[in-house]
């Protein structure tokens, strides 16, 4: 059974820094492709990184060039690097792992989703 756990959300100012971690049970992340998806107040749930079996690193224009996701294979888990921070990335970030079909981004399909994990960026 694959399960997906979040960590490190929380409150941040506007040009800060701050870096989620996703622990993956049941599912190898050396070999899953794995992301980060986001939700804002009142919209739809959107892609922000993600990174295939392969090494091949995707990321939408939102966070382009301030976020970085990594994966470290022998721990199973997978990071979110968020700096310079701006008030428009305040949401509940979701960690994701291919399979079973689900939600499509960037080449892969994600079935496997995470609890969330609320960030809030004060301006």
């Known amino acids: 059974q694959v399960a997906l756990q979040e960590s490190g959300g929380g409150s941040v100012q506007t040009g800060g820094s701050l870096r989620l971690s996703c622990k993956a049970y049941?599912?190898?992340?050396?070999?899953?492709?794995m992301g980060w998806f986001r939700q804002r107040p009142g919209e739809e749930r959107e892609g922000v990184a993600n990174?295939?079996?392969?090494?091949?690193?995707y990321y939408s224009d939102a966070v382009k060039g301030r976020f970085t996701i990594s994966r470290d294979n022998a721990a199973n888990t997978v990071y979110l690097q968020m700096d310079s921070v701006e008030p428009g990335d305040t949401a509940m970030y979701f960690c994701?792992?291919?399979?079973?079909?689900?939600?499509?981004?960037?080449?892969?399909?994600?079935?496997?989703w995470g609890q969330g994990t609320q960030v809030t960026v004060a301006s």
């Open positions: 049941g599912l190898p992340t050396s070999q899953t492709c």
């Open positions: 994701v792992a291919a399979g079973g079909g689900g939600t499509y981004f960037a080449n892969c399909r994600f079935g496997n």
């Open positions: 990174i295939q079996s392969g090494g091949t690193i």
